[in-house]
């Protein structure tokens, strides 16, 4: 009997077999958007090249370089493309026409770059036979790291389901308990591989490790290899730079059909990538970066100086940038090269800036970009070194010395050689390409449209449109042998011939000194200052012949009723001459050496002579941001030493040349040429005027000090005498001329705080070019001038690394063929947003003059208007109304506590500055007139004047016998008369009053706002064209309908603050003024 069938029922799945075809399901699935036509990218084509090799980063970024080079060479659009990748080709297809432009095998795809210059450009290579290559280099719509993800999503896909169709056909003939071994499992061939996107190194600028690191997570066992140890081996640089040094693959393997594929991907099984969906398992940190942040638990970070960190925000990276929310305080500083630079005997807890590192590591970053700079220093937003864990990074914290040694080791170029760089690309190959290649992290605008814009007005200056020195001269020479004939000094016909001879030699000469003061100051050298002495003693013979002539002219006609011939000879005949060409060169060159000695001194650090610095910019900055007493003690009391010390024996010879120079033309002294310059009467008339506005603002500064020194005297215990006067350093300016850098400490409302204009130049990435451009457009909004090409080509917006430069602010007119230049160090911040409007409110009064009126009405209606015009419409650009309009800040922030927010800032600037400018001059007038005793009072007479006037004293103790603290201040090297700038500051608030009124506006002037309005642009336009036509009282006049200089405007202006101030102060017990009664 036979025995009975036995049905053999199928073997259960083992748990192995499970998994793969669960993971064969997973790669099916996620390849269903590489099904039919693909996954679509919009890009554009920047072009092929033929390689002889398969695989070279430098090679392959090289040609990037050249492709965009060519494109830009010859002017073409790029052609448009969609790139279409699907489970087995990426094809090129033509947007426009749909038409096929190329079909590349994954397989034949060898080796893929992103390039590091640009976030949006990518290429690879692609194999067209075993010894020909092509590089197609491509500019997508967006990032090119979304692209390169998908594609690298697409290769690691293939892969994936080539071999788990390979596992799954193995398990399906083969009995269940059977395992496979290695005898069983398929050996691949090495792969090709493909470039990574790179991080800085010395070879690439980026780093040595691919941020494409695929090692799976510890949480997370990794997958069994399936590529033999032999082959993984010999296997090339793996298509995503995981191996680093493995040999290259020969190119004359010929794998089997059915290997292709491992040929390309084998080195990737080591990485199963995790489904999408799967939110509770360890995922790929590659196809993390662009999908939404999955929120994880961070661990706790160790917490060394109790700071406070919010959460981290986790953007989608693709559409934000990293957001790390710093502990809150009081005011914001942008992260500047000072913080780095101070030295361990500055306080820890300085304020100065936040520290570029902060004390606890910042928040998980998600952007595969953050804080990637390859320039070095280029990027401001980027605050630490970037590597392969500053993509992704571990839980484990790293210290400060750690990231503080990672920053030094970034590769960086120095400013100049940045600058250098920006140019050169941007000259050579033009804005898109210099744009393409200066990587814009953070959506950080580099300064290449600045650069577009100066470079586009130099192209339309002509570089010999300017003074021929030489020529000049020569025809000079040639013209004062022309004199005409005088044969009475009381015909009014002789008179106005010899004053169109005269004009036209001064204004040659004018001209050129214009140049030469220019050439120096902006390159501080001894041959510059040689040309300047020279072309001082070229002009003596000339001004000898002409002054004692003006003076003979004015003399016959002053009783004339012509009166424009009548002031023309009067100005004429103002200044002195001096007929010993031996001082004339001695003068000359002690001028100069005072202006090398303020430009090119230094303060060096107790620990570090070899770290040394100027007053611009660092050590302004410094006294601007830092808090710590001892450490502004160092930066004062080391820049009064080094320049105040090094000018005193230079300028007490160099005055008293001047000084007897005066008394031979007819002057008493010095003091007395100098008043004669603004006809408010004599010496003693003119100082009476000052001293009674001085006296009628006295109540309200005294006030100002009470209620500042209150509030300092919290913040420094036991430093000085709270019912005396405040030492000079702690004011926030190394002079205490002006205290608003010090504003967040004395704040009277925090909740109702004024717009820090630093702060929003910042977070709204101005250039420094923009905020010029801002102010320009100020002024052409209420119908002034615009600048002129020669202004935009010529000027010097930044401070140069290459040479030493008088970096205090300065306007120029070189009154010839429209060039008009500035001169500023600038930075981006509050105090210089203020400066440009200031120097370009110079130019707008250069700009104005009548050119009708003779060449000696080209100037302000006296030194004092100059100043006045540019700190009016400083003013208005800084009003809050204005700064709405500008978007810095919300209108509806304005309130009454705000009110006097901002009337107390301002005040910190214009009320507190009028002592400090009385007492410029005041000290000069009485070294002029030998009232001071050099040898027991030369420097404490000045702190006298200070204590008596200002209620400010010396930081530290002082020695009459080396110190004299007043040269340390820039007027005073340079000789220039200060006394227009207290007259400055009373007018501008008569300016700004009147032109108020004429918009329509009486009150609340603090909101007073003039932009745009083209009626008070003409008004003001025509009280600037009559330059110094007619006397200063005149011209006040038609603006404003007074004659006089008066305090009252300031006081109106201040008045809610002054009342506020006498409350509070008595509220908080504050004893007002410093003088023992």
């Known amino acids: 009997m036979s025995e009975p069938a036995v049905t053999t029922p199928p073997a259960s799945p083992t748990p192995k077999d499970d998994e793969v075809k669960k993971a064969a399901t997973t790669a099916t699935a996620n390849a269903k958007k590489f099904e039919g036509d693909g996954l679509p990218f919009r890009a554009k084509l920047i ?211 059915e290997e292709s594929l491992d040929s390309v991907f084998g080195d990737l099984s080591f990485t199963t990538p995790s489904a999408p969906s799967t939110a509770t398992t360890a995922t790929n940190s590659l196809l993390d970066a662009f999908s939404t942040p999955i929120t994880t638990p961070q661990a706790q970070l160790p917490n060394l100086y109790g700071n406070t960190f919010a959460t981290p925000i986790q953007p989608n990276p693709i559409n934000t940038m990293p957001n790390y929310l710093q502990p809150q305080t009081q005011q914001q500083r942008p992260i500047t090269p000072t913080s780095i630079l101070l030295q361990p005997q500055q306080s820890q807890l300085s304020s100065m800036t936040p520290s570029p590192i902060s004390p606890t590591p910042p928040p998980p970053v998600t952007s595969p970009f953050a804080g990637l700079d390859i320039l070095g220093g280029f990027n401001t937003g980027a605050t630490t070194k970037t590597t392969k864990e500053s993509f992704f990074p571990s839980a484990a914290p790293k210290t400060i010395q750690q990231m503080q040694i990672e920053k030094q080791k970034r590769t960086e170029f120095s400013a100049r050689e940045l600058r250098e760089f920006v140019i050169l690309l941007h000259e050579e190959y033009g804005v898109e390409f210099t744009e393409e290649i200066l990587w814009k992290v953070y959506k950080t605008k580099p300064d290449i449209d600045d650069l577009n814009k100066l470079k586009k007005f130099r192209d339309q200056v002509d570089p010999k449109d300017h003074v021929d020195v030489n020529l000049w001269n020569q025809l ?29 030699i001064s204004q040659r000469y004018s001209q050129i000194a214009s140049l030469l003061e220019w050439n120096y100051e902006t390159n501080i050298t001894s041959e510059n200052a040689k040309l300047m002495s020279n072309q001082n003693l070229l002009m003596s013979p000339f001004q000898r012949l002409t002054l004692p002539i003006a003076k003979k002219f004015y003399a016959q006609l002053k009783n004339s009723t012509n009166e424009d011939l009548k002031r023309v000879l009067s100005r ?23 202006e090398s000695i303020f430009g090119t001194t230094t ?246 003059y009548d050119e009708a009126q003779p060449f000696v009405y080209r100037a302000g209606a006296n030194s004092g208007f100059h100043e006045a015009i540019g700190d009016t419409i400083g003013m208005f650009a800084t009003s ?37 400018a009385y007492a410029m001059d005041k000290y000069r007038f009485a070294l002029f007139r030998n009232q001071i ?6 420097n404490s007479m000045w702190w006298a004047l200070r204590v008596e006037y200002g209620g400010i004293m010396a930081a530290v103790h002082r020695n ?23 007259i400055a500051h009373i007018l501008q608030f008569q300016f700004y009053r009147a032109l108020c009124r004429i918009k329509g506006q009486t009150k609340d002037l603090y909101m007073c706002d003039i932009y745009g309005n083209k009626e008070v642009g003409r008004r003001f336009k025509e009280m600037l064209a009559m330059g110094s036509s007619k006397s200063w009282s005149d011209i006040l006049e038609q603006l404003t309908g007074e004659r006089k200089l008066e305090s009252n405007a300031v006081l109106d202006f201040f008045k809610p603050l002054y009342e506020w101030l006498k409350i509070e102060n008595a509220a908080r017990g504050y004893p007002v003024g410093w003088m023992p009664k």
């Not at 044969?487 to 004053?499: G, I, M, N, P, Q």
């Not at 005793?933 to 030369?938: A, D, K, S």
């Open 47 to 257: 072009g092929m090249e033929d390689l002889t090799v398969d695989r070279d980063e430098k090679i392959c970024l090289d040609s990037m370089f050249k492709l965009k080079a060519v494109v830009r060479a010859r002017g073409e659009h790029k052609q448009r493309i969609q790139l279409n990748l699907t489970m087995t080709t990426v094809k090129v297809i033509d947007e426009t026409t749909k038409a096929q432009i190329a079909c590349h095998e994954i397989e034949r795809i060898s080796f893929v770059v992103i390039d590091p210059r640009d976030t949006r450009a990518f290429g690879y290579i692609y194999n067209t036979s075993d010894d020909r290559h092509q590089f197609w280099a491509i500019k997508t719509e967006r990032a090119a790291a979304a692209t390169v993800l998908a594609l690298k999503e697409l290769f690691e896909l293939a892969f994936e389901k080539y071999t788990n169709d390979v596992k799954l056909k193995e398990s399906e003939s083969k009995p269940s308990e059977t395992t496979p071994d290695s005898a069983t499992s398929p050996v691949l061939p090495p792969p090709v591989n493909a470039g990574s996107i790179i991080s800085p190194s010395a070879g690439s600028l980026l780093d040595d490790n691919s941020i494409w690191d695929t090692t799976p997570s510890p949480t997370t066992p990794p997958t069994q290899p399936v590529v033999a140890a032999t082959a993984a081996a010999s296997s090339g640089l793996d298509l995503w730079g995981t191996n680093d040094s493995t040999p290259a693959v020969s190119q004359n393997q010929t794998p089997k059909a």
């Open 572 to 594: 004429c005949a103002r200044g002195t001459i001096s007929y010993d060409d031996n001082e004339v060169k001695v003068t000359s060159k002690l001028s100069s050496q005072l």
């Open 476 to 504: 000079n020479n040639d013209e004062i042998k022309k004199m005409p004939q005088i044969k009475s000094y009381a015909d009014e016909a002789t008179a106005a011939r010899w004053l169109e001879w005269f004009t036209r």
């Open 603 to 848: 303060v060096c650090e107790l620990n570090n002579t070899k770290q040394c610095h100027t007053i611009e910019p660092y050590l302004t900055e410094l006294m601007q941001k830092e808090k710590d007493y001892d450490r502004l003690t160092w930066a004062w009391e080391g820049w009064h030493d080094a320049c105040g010390m090094k000018v005193r024996p230079v300028y007490l010879t160099y005055i008293d040349l001047l000084n007897k120079n005066c008394k031979a033309n007819g002057y008493s002294d010095l003091s007395e040429e100098w008043i004669e310059d603004y006809e408010m009467g004599n010496a003693t008339e003119f100082e009476g005027i000052l001293d009674q506005i001085l006296k009628d603002i006295t109540p309200l500064y005294e006030q100002i000090h009470a209620y500042v020194r209150g509030r300092l005297c919290v913040m420094y215990p036991n430093k000085f005498n709270c019912n005396g006067p405040i030492p000079g350093h702690l004011l926030g300016n190394m002079w205490a001329q002006s205290w608003e850098s010090r504003f967040d400490d004395f704040i009277p409302y925090p909740n109702a705080p004024i717009p820090n204009i630093t702060q929003v130049l910042h977070d709204q990435k101005f250039s420094i070019y923009q905020m010029y451009e801002t102010a320009e457009q100020f002024f052409t909004s209420i119908g002034l001038y615009p600048m002129t090409p020669k202004f935009w080509a010529r000027s010097m917006f930044k401070k140069p690394k290459d040479r030493d430069v008088v970096c205090h602010a300065s306007a120029f007119d070189l009154d010839y063929h429209d060039d008009y230049r500035t001169k500023i160090c600038t930075q981006i911040n509050d105090d210089y947003f203020y400066t440009i409007h200031h120097e370009m409110g110079h130019i707008e009064y250069y700009m104005s």
């Open 933 to 938: 005793n050099r040898n027991y009072e030369l």
């Open 960 to 982: 009459d016998a080396v110190h004299f603290d007043a040269g340390a201040k820039y007027h005073i090297p340079s000789n220039v008369p200060y006394a227009r700038y207290f």
């Open 880 to 916: 809050p109304a204005n700064l709405i309009k500008l978007g810095f800040f919300d209108g509806n922030a304005v309130n009454e506590q705000f009110k006097i927010n901002y009337l107390l800032r301002l005040a910190l600037q214009k009320v507190v500055f009028l002592p400090f």
